[in-house]
Nanobody, 125 residues
Framework: QVQLVESGGGLVQAGGSLRLSCAASGRTFSNYVMGWFRQAPGNEREFVAAIRWSGGSTYYADSVKGRFTISRDNAKNTVYLQMNSLKPEDTAVYYC??????????????????WGQGTQVTASS
């Protein structure tokens, strides 16, 4: 059973930084894609970033490109989302997600099978 546990959320002033962590367990994740999504009140859940566990290829939503960085630590089975230059519109519950990569072609924005419980990020103006 895959388990994903997020941590690192909190309240920060606009322009500040936070680093989210997602501790993954229950599988060997070498053939997985890991993603971060977010959902603000009244909004649909939206894709933020993704990383292929093997090889480390990354993909970002345009809204966070250049400000957020996704990475993984193989030894700790943990995925990170470093968020810099936070804006009030980044305020949301952030979710970690995982899916198996079945082929060399990956679709980072959708198709995730496993989800964490979420962590709140608030960037105040």
């Amino acid at each position: 059973q895959v388990q994903l546990v997020e941590s690192g959320g909190g309240l920060v002033q606009a322009g500040g930084s936070l680093r989210l962590s997602c501790a993954a367990s229950g599988r060997t994740f070498s053939n997985y894609v890991m993603g971060w999504f977010r959902q603000a009140p009244g909004n649909e859940r939206e894709f933020v970033a993704a990383i292929r566990w093997s090889g480390g290829s990354t993909y970002y939503a345009d809204s966070v490109k250049g400000r957020f960085t996704i990475s993984r630590d193989n030894a700790k089975n943990t995925v990170y989302l470093q968020m810099n230059s936070l804006k009030p519109e980044d305020t949301a519950v952030y979710y970690c997600a995982a899916k198996i990569l079945y082929s060399s072609t990956w679709y980072p924005r959708s198709g995730y099978d496993y989800w964490g419980q979420g962590t709140q990020v608030t960037a105040s103006s």
